[in-house]
Nanobody, 123 residues
Framework: VQLQASGGGLVQAGGSLRLSCAAS????????MAWFRQAPGKEREFVAA????????YYADSVKGRLTISRDNAKNTVYLQMNTLKPEDTAAYYC?????????????????WGQGTLVTVSS
């Protein structure tokens, strides 16, 4: 499956952005989807994941209540709604996919990756 992330940009603290990740090439609903992020000088970290049906979602503690992952299997797209953004949310955001039924928060368990979209939050 090929993944194409978009929607990043520059936003002031407290603002909102919505990231999108469009998938192509395989049956999208067969894949667990996730978002990871990598800030400058830091390791890539887990942000959120969603089950194949969209019924179950999982979040890093640092983003709970502010970021929401969702998916539209008819449009082959996963979203990350980002509200109440903070400067520490500044990072390149990557969408990722894996087959199977178990959701993982470790990047090594994801087989397919998008190219990343940059989010910059100014204070």
């Amino acid at each position: 499956v090929q993944l194409q992330a978009s929607g990043g940009g520059l936003v002031q603290a407290g603002g909102s952005l919505r990231l999108s990740c469009a998938a192509s090439g395989r049956t999208f609903s067969n894949y667990i989807m996730a978002w990871f992020r990598q800030a400058p000088g830091k390791e890539r970290e887990f942000v959120a994941a969603i089950s194949r049906s969209g019924d179950n979602t999982y979040y890093a503690d640092s983003v709970k209540g502010r970021l929401t992952i969702s998916r539209d299997n008819a449009k082959n797209t996963v979203y990350l709604q980002m509200n109440t953004l903070k400067p520490e949310d500044t990072a390149a955001y990557y969408c990722a996919a894996r087959q199977g039924t178990v959701v993982f928060s470790t990047q090594g368990n994801y087989d397919y990756w998008g190219q990343g979209t940059l989010v910059t939050v100014s204070s």
